[in-house]
């Protein structure tokens, strides 16, 4: 079977040479990342050549996409600030540049990259990415390299790099023409010649495949098991034991609890979606699940303020019945804004709350997962 390998699936092709395999079903999911990774892929791509963002077409661009405009607009901030420092490398900057080029055997390699220029005998290119950098992207960058090594004969070297926009960071890699074949003998070895073992972990939530895949259902089964038996549930009771476990213990265990409510979560909207397509409840050992519809009341703010005062409320008092959002109140003031005064209004706003004693910082506590 011949494979089409693009870049990006590079990453998951070496860790699992059957996530590049054709699937009995194919799905694209789609998220709120991904919707705001192709906004912002969009409002990028003329940077090179007008030297900034369209910023009067943004938001248009967020309604297009279904994203929060606030957040594109840092994200295309970010962008803008980050060319600014990276265009020397990318002279005559080509963007949104496709390459496909035939292997051996009847396999393709193929890359969409997102920024593209040479300067002597060395290829540049940059791959802008909107999520956190909490994922390992060498091997799509890697790849990117050979790619271009192989399209263009007189290249000696070829460096590819991620444009983190959240991070502000640029992570790159570089390849000779000397280490091309070591890694085509690598690629053909590893993911072409793929011998037929699945390889489960993490990297399973991010494959095309997962729904089908008998590596990945082995896994759940076994988390799931897991906790249903006591196995893993008596750690979240008794403090001192996990205390005592090692590191990589508790990362596989973090993993396992993951991957359970990522479950959990995903069968309760299942169920509840089907109960809705059917229209009949589900009753079964003396309970019922049923679809239930309620209207949330809210307060308007400026006549509720006056009503609060009758009582005789005191301010401590209604700042606890009354939450007005700091997002809410930036996107109307850069709203009523002129077009590049935006920002200012924003930050005029921010001091003048904070002058006030309005404007306060509540820490908060999050367990991320990053890269080490």
């Given at each position: 079977?011949?494979?089409?390998?693009?870049?990006?699936a590079?990453?998951?092709?070496?860790?699992?040479?059957?996530s590049v395999?054709?699937?009995?079903?194919?799905i694209?999911?789609?998220?709120?990342?991904?919707r705001?990774?192709?906004?912002?892929h969009?409002?990028?791509?003329?940077l090179?050549?007008?030297g900034r963002?369209?910023?009067?077409?943004v938001?248009?661009?967020?309604?297009?996409?279904?994203?929060?405009?606030?957040?594109l607009?840092?994200?295309?901030?970010?962008?803008?600030?980050?060319?600014?420092?990276?265009?020397?490398?990318?002279p005559?900057?080509?963007t949104?540049?496709?390459?496909?080029?035939?292997?051996?055997?009847?396999h393709?390699?193929s890359?969409?990259?997102?920024?593209?220029g040479?300067?002597?005998?060395t290829v540049?290119?940059g791959?802008?990415?909107?999520?956190?950098?909490?994922?390992?992207?060498?091997?799509q960058?890697?790849?990117?390299?050979a790619?271009a090594?192989?399209?263009?004969?007189?290249?000696?070297?070829a460096?590819?790099?991620?444009?983190?926009l959240?991070?502000?960071?640029?992570?790159?890699?570089?390849?000779?023409?000397?280490?091309?074949?070591?890694?085509l003998?690598?690629?053909?070895?590893?993911?072409?010649?793929?011998?037929g073992?699945f390889?489960?972990?993490d990297?399973?939530?991010?494959?095309p495949?997962s729904?089908?895949?008998?590596?990945?259902?082995a896994?759940?089964?076994?988390?799931?098991?897991?906790f249903?038996g006591?196995?893993?549930?008596?750690?979240a009771?008794d403090?001192?034991?996990?205390?005592?476990?090692p590191d990589?213990?508790?990362m596989?265990?973090?993993?396992?609890?993951?991957l359970?409510?990522?479950?959990?979560?995903?069968?309760?909207?299942a169920?509840?979606?089907?109960v809705?397509?059917?229209?009949?409840?589900?009753v079964?050992?003396g309970?019922?699940?049923?679809?239930?519809?309620?209207a949330r009341?809210h307060l308007?703010?400026v006549?509720?303020?006056d009503?609060?005062?009758a009582a005789?409320?005191?301010?401590?008092?209604?700042v606890k019945?009354i939450?007005?959002?700091?997002?809410?109140?930036?996107?109307?003031v850069?709203e009523?804004?002129?077009y590049?005064?935006k920002k200012?209004a924003?930050?005029?706003?921010?001091a003048a709350?904070?002058?006030?004693g309005?404007?306060?910082?509540?820490p908060?506590?999050?367990?991320?997962?990053?890269r080490?």
């Amino acid at each position: 079977m011949s494979l089409d390998l693009r870049c990006s699936a590079l990453p998951l092709a070496f860790l699992c040479g059957g996530s590049v395999r054709a699937g009995a079903l194919e799905i694209d999911e789609t998220n709120d990342q991904a919707r705001m990774g192709t906004a912002c892929h969009e409002g990028l791509r003329a940077l090179p050549a007008a030297g900034r963002i369209d910023w009067q077409g943004v938001p248009e661009l967020a309604k297009r996409h279904g994203v929060p405009e606030p957040e594109l607009r840092m994200l295309l901030g970010q962008g803008q600030k980050l060319w600014a420092q990276l265009k020397d490398s990318f002279p005559d900057a080509m963007t949104e540049a496709h390459i496909r080029l035939d292997l051996p055997g009847g396999h393709t390699l193929s890359g969409h990259l997102d920024l593209m220029g040479r300067s002597a005998r060395t290829v540049h290119v940059g791959d802008w990415k909107t999520g956190r950098l909490d994922a390992d992207y060498r091997e799509q960058l890697i790849g990117y390299c050979a790619l271009a090594l192989l399209e263009d004969d007189e290249l000696e070297a070829a460096t590819a790099g991620v444009i983190w926009l959240r991070e502000g960071e640029w992570e790159h890699y570089t390849m000779s023409r000397a280490d091309l074949p070591a890694y085509l003998r690598r690629l053909q070895r590893e993911v072409i010649d793929w011998d037929g073992t699945f390889r489960a972990g993490d990297h399973c939530r991010h494959c095309p495949r997962s729904h089908e895949c008998p590596a990945r259902h082995a896994l759940v089964r076994r988390d799931v098991a897991a906790f249903l038996g006591g196995e893993l549930t008596d750690y979240a009771v008794d403090a001192s034991a996990l205390a005592a476990l090692p590191d990589g213990q508790l990362m596989a265990l973090l993993a396992s609890s993951d991957l359970v409510q990522e479950l959990a979560e995903r069968m309760r909207k299942a169920i509840r979606d089907l109960v809705e397509r059917r229209g009949r409840d589900i009753v079964a050992d003396g309970k019922r699940a049923t679809i239930q519809k309620s209207a949330r009341r809210h307060l308007h703010v400026v006549p509720a303020l006056d009503v609060l005062d009758a009582a005789g409320f005191t301010d401590d008092e209604k700042v606890k019945t009354i939450e007005v959002h700091l997002k809410a109140a930036h996107e109307v003031v850069a709203e009523k804004a002129p077009y590049r005064g935006k920002k200012k209004a924003i930050e005029q706003l921010d001091a003048a709350l904070t002058a006030a004693g309005a404007l306060y910082t509540e820490p908060v506590t999050q367990l991320v997962t990053r890269r080490a």
